[in-house]
């Protein structure tokens, strides 16, 4: 763990709540940019993200220093990320994230979409997040946390409390899933003129 997690977290746990807004400063970015992946919208990630800083600082005194600061906030944010899929699936899905994929107002009659105001570039990136989005989650987790985190495969099982073989197993079967779905959006796509 680094030297200056550590003395923030002492820092922390002996009173200094500012101690801890630098950790927070520190890893919120990297945790919210993992958690859109994973849970398909910017609204929902802000919400799971706030919920795991919350937890990490109430359990703060539990943290054991063998693992590093980052890892243990992620299995917070993990496990509640995990949560709101279930309340989501359970409702029927998050509003939020239909809106972010498509672009339409969820109570909007007649959506459209001008695809002329969107760069190429753009288009791509939704297309990739629209295919995790269709992964199990078992698969899109285990490949967000190997590709977007660069976790190792020992972390990974760690996190996601199954063997290694498991994990290796999942990274392959995403990976395979993920270019199957591109490669069928790719040939839908009208060819430009």
């Known amino acids: 763990m680094k030297s200056d997690d550590t003395r923030l977290i002492e820092l922390t746990l002996a009173g200094d709540n500012e101690a801890f807004g630098e950790l927070v400063t520190r890893y919120q970015d990297r945790l919210f940019g993992t958690l859109v992946h994973m849970l ?41 990320a995990v949560t709101n899929r279930r309340k989501l699936k359970r409702r029927g899905g998050s509003l939020d994230a239909n809106y972010e994929r498509t672009g339409n107002e969820p109570a ?22 629209d295919a995790l989005d269709q992964l199990a989650p078992d698969y899109r987790d285990a490949l967000i946390l190997k590709e977007m985190e660069g976790m190792r495969y020992d972390e990974i099982a760690d996190l996601l409390g199954c063997p290694i073989g498991t994990v290796r197993s999942r990274i392959h079967r995403a990976r395979y899933e993920l270019k199957e779905i591109l490669e069928r959006s790719m040939e839908r796509e009208p060819e430009a003129t």
């Open 40 to 80: 398909g919208s910017v609204h929902d990630a802000r919400d799971v993200g706030q919920e795991a800083f919350l937890s990490a600082f109430e359990k703060l005194h539990t943290f054991r220093k063998e693992a590093s600061f980052y890892s243990w906030l992620f299995r917070i944010a993990y496990n509640a």
């Open 108 to 129: 909007d009659p007649n959506p459209t979409t001008d695809p002329s105001h969107q760069l190429r570039t753009e288009e791509r990136v939704q297309q990739v997040r």
